[in-house]
């Protein structure tokens, strides 16, 4: 019976700190993305265009405050299939710790341009001795077609393989590697831990940025999708194509 107890406990603990951490993480993250309504388009949601706006202040501080960094993004761009940005991806909680946050994604379209930003969520957990609170800014770069297929399926996925960012020179991924990720951290999480996460396309925020979903298998494919783009999105193509060296207009969905 004290046996029975005991695990009962155990259980009751772990789901306490799961929804704590939880709630946490969802908070910081919308804290630190400082969701507000000042310069949103009327016609799309507030979080839809912050969570854009968001990716594109993360570029606008690599080309500022990184230049090493910028370097090692634009020759991976130059091939790369797919590109996506996690600002404020958190994580956080006491050896159940939980991860959340949402990205953008664009994606190498039929005729070698960036297609238009896709919205993404990410979340998943956090198993092991650690604890603490960190929110980073997460930069995907998805190399070949099956990495991008891969993202795009919603399959759980295990480990989270990102490189740090600094004021120095980034460390050199490995040539063979499909997907390479960098993060400029904030915050503390210590300890060690196994990740399971899922990425899913975001269809309610996607419908409300530009009035359709968008079929993950038009996006894999590279398919031109007929859309017009509100300012937060174009401001977001932009900035890619600068940091992959193309044109800065070279917007092809307007």
């Not at 706006?53 to 960094?69: G, I, K, T, W, Y």
């Amino acid at each position: 019976m004290k046996s029975c107890l005991s695990r009962l406990h155990r259980t009751i603990v772990i789901v306490f700190v799961w929804a704590a951490s939880s709630a946490m993480a969802e908070s910081a993250t919308a804290v630190a993305a400082g969701e507000t309504t000042e310069g949103v388009d009327p016609g799309i949601s507030v979080y839809a265009s912050q969570q854009v706006e968001s990716a594109s202040e993360v570029l606008d501080r690599l080309f500022a405050n990184h230049p090493a960094a910028w370097a090692v993004f634009h020759d991976l761009l130059r091939d790369a299939h797919g590109f996506a940005v996690f600002p404020n991806l958190t994580k956080a909680g006491f050896i159940l710790a939980n991860i959340y946050g949402r990205g953008v994604l664009t994606y190498r379209n039929e005729d070698g341009g960036w297609g238009p930003p896709i919205l993404l969520t990410l979340q998943g957990y956090s198993l092991g001795p650690q604890f603490g609170l960190q929110v980073s800014d997460v930069l995907v770069v998805l190399k070949t077609r099956r990495s991008l297929e891969g993202l795009l399926a919603g399959t759980p996925r295990s480990g989270m393989d990102v490189l740090p960012l600094g004021s120095g020179q980034p460390p050199t991924p490995d040539g063979e590697a499909e997907i390479v990720s960098y993060a400029l951290r904030r915050g503390l999480m210590v300890g060690q831990s196994i990740d399971e996460y899922v990425v899913r396309i975001d269809e309610p925020g996607n419908l409300t940025l530009y009035g359709q979903t968008l079929p993950a298998g038009e996006i894999a494919r590279g398919t031109r999708v007929g859309l017009r783009l509100p300012v937060p999105a174009q401001k977001f193509v932009e900035r890619v194509n600068l940091l992959s060296g193309r044109p800065a207009g070279a917007i092809e969905w307007r």
